[in-house]
């Protein structure tokens, strides 16, 4: 028998399918090597300038930088004009390619001016910015009423005549995740950043070598004016230095630092964090779980508090080279373990005579689970901590980590024995508990914490 579908369902599926291609996003390409100029945006015709990329797009579509320089007109001050979009490189999560996909303005202008807010949401990933300047704010990237998430970018050596050496937030609501700022200046505040009002969240970052020039400025690393309820959290403050708060200067609003660490910042007042009220509004930064040397704060005002707790520490954070006196590209801020490092220059595991603290210290409520085993089962301290490169910690057979490998731990991974699922009792890796775990078990049978 013959079945006919009616007009009514024909052209329901018709509309569907129209939403559906609507709401696809589009992404559009750029490659600063491209066959043509300017090139048409497509997969194999990019344009040549990422700004003749933005002009091309609509809300929600993606703009994908492949690898290379981008320099001269059409590639810096960058300005998506109020869109919602994605600025990415071909893959944000691989170190090479976020290093050798460059926005270089050669001190012509910033790297990106996101100014026709009205609340666009943009996403930048996976980029590095350098050599940008401004002789106003935000030297790499200038944003005003937007949301902007920027993720595993490098924003390195830029300067700004005002705020901002990096970014300059304001009113603008602020998440910055998995990122290097190193190296920038500002002439007043904020060395590596400058948020005013609205919030921000900044996680997993590595805030260093950041400086402010005038003698009364304040935030080497971090400035929030009046910014609301922020977040630092699992970030690494090193050789930052102003005038006042050589890490983080907050007047007004509140400052919540958890899991971090800050070390070696400098200021002519002296404490490496800094708090003053704006007019009647009062500042508090609650310190918790964190490495901070000196342990010192200076408060203007009654009205201003730091609240700080035993759950901090003051000791050498044990980094894997750091010379504040030396050449910041030669730092490595993993934290030095005798039961495993990540060592980058030669991309494997290394052991050190020293471990660091600072594993194994940070908040019990914290997410630890990306940290690879062993571990203590709880987040370290600074930015490499809840990820895949922390610091190591600990018997990879001491299960229940109490020091020692013995019949509990037989216990449990007897318990596990032929699962195929992951668990820390799969010694191997290999994807089952089978006898090449049990080998490794009996070889660390009876191992005592020193």
């Known amino acids: 028998m013959r079945v006919c579908k009616s007009k009514p369902v024909v052209i329901i599926l018709f509309s569907l399918c129209l939403v559906s291609i609507s709401n696809a996003t589009n992404v559009i390409y750029v490659d600063a090597n491209g066959p043509n100029d300017p090139g048409r945006g497509t997969f194999d015709d990019p344009f040549r300038r990422i700004q003749d990329a933005i002009n091309a797009v609509i809300d929600g579509d993606t703009v994908e930088i492949r690898p290379g320089t981008y320099t001269g007109e059409g590639n810096y001050d960058l300005d998506p004009n109020g869109k919602s979009l994605t600025l990415k490189s071909v ?3 691989e170190s090479n390619i976020v290093s050798n996909t460059i926005i270089n303005p050669n001190g012509a202008g910033r790297g990106f001016y996101f100014h026709s807010g009205n609340d666009a949401n943009c996403v930048v990933s996976g980029l590095t910015i350098t050599n940008a300047n401004t002789g106003g704010k935000g030297g790499a990237i200038y944003c005003d009423y937007n949301n ?3 993720t595993n970018c490098i924003i390195r050596n830029n300067s700004a005549g005002v705020h901002g050496g990096g970014v300059f937030c304001h009113d603008s609501n602020l998440t910055m995740v998995d990122c290097v700022i190193s190296g920038n200046s500002a002439t007043l505040d904020g060395g590596g950043l400058e948020c005013w009002f609205g919030r921000s969240f900044i996680k997993n970052c590595f805030i260093s070598n950041n400086h402010t020039l005038w003698a009364d400025s304040k935030g080497g690393g971090l400035d929030c004016f009046n910014a609301g309820n922020s977040a630092l959290t699992n970030c690494t403050f090193v050789n930052n230095s102003a005038g006042s708060g050589g890490a983080v200067y907050c007047w007004g609003g509140s400052i919540a630092m958890n899991n971090n660490i800050l070390w070696a ?13 704006y007019l009647d509004t009062s500042s508090s930064v609650l310190v918790s779980y964190s490495n901070v040397q000196g342990r010192e704060a200076m408060i203007y005002d009654p009205c201003s508090g730091l609240v700080w707790d035993d759950t901090n520490i003051d000791t050498d954070p044990c980094f894997a080279s750091f010379d504040p006196n030396g050449d910041p590209n030669m730092w490595d801020f993993h934290l030095q373990s005798a ?5 980058p220059s030669s ?9 660091s603290r600072c594993i194994d210290a940070g908040d019990p409520n914290s997410d630890w689970s990306s940290e690879l085993w062993p571990n203590g ?3 370290n301290m600074g930015a490499y901590g809840g990820t895949g490169q922390a610091s190591m910690n600990g018997n990879p057979a001491d299960f229940d980590i109490d020091g020692s490998v013995n019949f ?3 216990a449990e991974f007897s318990n596990k024995w032929s699962a195929k699922v992951p668990c820390i009792e799969d010694l191997t890796n290999n994807g089952v508990v089978d006898f090449a775990d049990l080998r490794m078990f009996a070889d660390n049978w009876l191992w005592q914490r020193q």
């Open 91 to 93: 893959n944000p999560e």
């Open 148 to 150: 902007i998430n920027i």
């Open 265 to 277: 910042n400098g200021a002519n007042e002296g404490p490496q964090i800094a708090l003053k009220p």
């Open 339 to 343: 039961y495993g490092r990540w060592d």
């Open 347 to 355: 991309q494997s595991w290394v052991s050190d005579s020293n471990t």
């Open 377 to 379: 089962r709880r987040i």
């Open 408 to 410: 509990v731990d037989f």
